[in-house]
Nanobody, 125 residues
Framework: VQLQASGGGLVQAGDSLRISCAAS????????MGWFRQAPGKEREFVAG????????YYGDSMKGRATISRDRVKNTVNLQMNILKLEDTAVYYC???????????????????WGQGTQVTVSS
């Protein structure tokens, strides 16, 4: 079972970037999915999540209004569109699958039981 994140890279402040997560080995179509990030020296932070059918989305304060999470249940992929990127968005971004079909709040990373390897997003000035 693997979650493979991709699409990270070096961008300039103000740019947009779309990162993706592809699942292999099993389907996560009935699981809520999420994106977290971790910057050097900082704790892991919830970025965005959505329910098993994509009907409800949730965003952390850091990227609220600048990010859009979506999923394709047939392709078994989850995407994160990030706009107006800031220097402080620099981090490794991880996709994760929840043990639930819904997003349990408050967000607890322990509810997410499958994690990808992360993709680096670096925002430069």
């Amino acid at each position: 079972v693997q979650l493979q994140a991709s699409g990270g890279g070096l961008v300039q402040a103000g740019d947009s970037l779309r990162i993706s997560c592809a699942a292999s080995g099993r389907t996560f179509s009935n699981n809520a999915m999420g994106w977290f990030r971790q910057a050097p020296g900082k704790e892991r932070e919830f970025v965005a999540g959505l329910t098993w059918n994509g009907g409800s989305t949730y965003y952390g304060d850091s990227m609220k209004g600048r990010a859009t999470i979506s999923r394709d249940r047939v392709k078994n992929t989850v995407n994160l569109q990030m706009n107006i990127l800031k220097l402080e968005d620099t981090a490794v971004y991880y996709c994760a699958a929840s043990r639930h079909g819904y997003i349990k709040t408050p967000i607890d990373a322990a509810d997410f039981t499958a994690w990808g390897q992360g993709t680096q997003v670096t925002v430069s000035s």
